[in-house]
């Protein structure tokens, strides 16, 4: 299963908010014990958990600040922006690493065995390949006259993430979070919201 930092994201729903946004929603595990159900805001807010009794909200945001303690420097609407790694950012790299498991599932079903994902933060494709396309490189991608061709019509070049996909190992990324790690705090937990 996907994980981002051991966290995994199990009984995921997918719907349109009112300005037609998908809005994305699970339970989320750790070790296989569930600790938290998450959504996200359909407002545009911070995302939404729900703790399981015993662990603490602020403990898993703190954990997974600590897990990428780096600033993160963005560009947008050609500004650079820095800012602080956060649960929705977590978040929306599980999601996509959640997807990217499931349609290379469903790829091997069809007889293919990777998966080249593209995305420039908003559009997403995948494409099913034969192992014998090996594109490792930006560069071998875009020889492929497909993908060059979808590409530059559908993606923002300054946002392109490309990524390639042949091996389930590829979807458990980082450092693994305890849920001891989760526990700080927990039994003030009823009395933060």
């Known amino acids: 299963m996907a ?9 995921e729903l997918k719907f349109r908010d009112h300005e037609g946004q998908i809005i994305n929603q699970g339970d989320l595990f750790i ?3 569930p600790v938290a159900f998450w959504t996200q805001d359909a407002a545009g807010g911070a995302d939404v958990l729900k703790m399981e009794p015993g662990f603490s909200e602020a403990a898993f945001r703190e954990e997974i600040n600590k ?13 650079q922006l820095t800012v602080e790694y956060s649960l929705e950012m977590m978040m929306n790299e599980l999601v996509k690493l ?20 593209i995305s420039d933060g908003g559009d997403a ?13 930006d560069e071998a991608i875009f020889k ?13 070049e300054d946002q392109l993430e490309i990524r390639y996909y042949t091996d389930d190992s590829q979807f458990e990324v980082g450092p693994e979070i305890s ?15």
């Open 179 to 193: 849920t001891d790690a989760l526990m700080k705090g927990a039994m003030f937990a009823d009395f933060e919201d």
């Open 3 to 11: 994980k981002r930092f051991g966290i995994e994201l199990r009984n």
């Open 144 to 156: 492929h006259e497909d993908l060059v061709a979808q590409s530059q019509a559908e993606f923002d």
């Open 125 to 137: 494709f995948y494409w099913e390949l034969y192992d014998e396309e090996p594109l490792t490189t």
């Open 67 to 79: 897990m990428h303690p780096e600033p993160i420097i963005m560009n947008y609407a050609g500004l």
């Open 98 to 117: 959640t997807d990217a498991e499931r349609a290379l599932r469903e790829a091997r079903q069809r007889g293919y065995n990777a998966l080249l994902f």
């Open 31 to 33: 070790d296989d014990e």
